[in-house]
């Protein structure tokens, strides 16, 4: 079955780094789009950062434009988020995300608390 297992996440001082990893399984990883969404408690899921199947088309929210790079390596079946310069508003739970089949599927999330 389809599954993503997302990690990376921990506490980090405004201005620090993160490198979230989304690892899929039970698919052909190398022929999907894949998304990194965060959400906080009682706000509406956002759309963070896209990238393409080769990895060559990459998509941002303006939040993190600049700040956040998406990647992935196809070998290893991993999508990645190397966040920057993170603020106390980057603070959620980061979630994984393709559509397969025609289907939305998503890892358990992994959070991120950016607080001095």
């Known amino acids: 079955q389809v599954q993503f297992v997302e990690s990376g996440g921990g506490l980090v001082q405004p201005g620090g780094s993160l490198r979230l990893s989304c690892t899929g399984s039970g698919f052909t990883f190398k022929y999907y789009y894949v998304k990194w969404y965060r959400q906080v408690p009682g706000k509406e899921r956002e759309l963070v950062a896209g990238?393409?199947?080769?990895?060559?088309?990459?998509d941002y929210a303006d939040s993190v434009k600049g700040r956040f790079t998406i990647s992935r390596d196809n070998n290893k079946n991993t999508a990645y988020l190397e966040m920057s310069s993170l603020k106390p508003e980057d603070t959620a739970l980061y979630y994984c995300?393709?559509?397969?089949?025609?289907?939305?599927?998503w890892g358990q999330g992994t959070q991120v608390t950016v607080n001095s």
């Open positions: 990238i393409g199947n080769t990895g060559v088309y990459t």
């Open positions: 995300n393709a559509k397969v089949n025609g289907y939305d599927y």
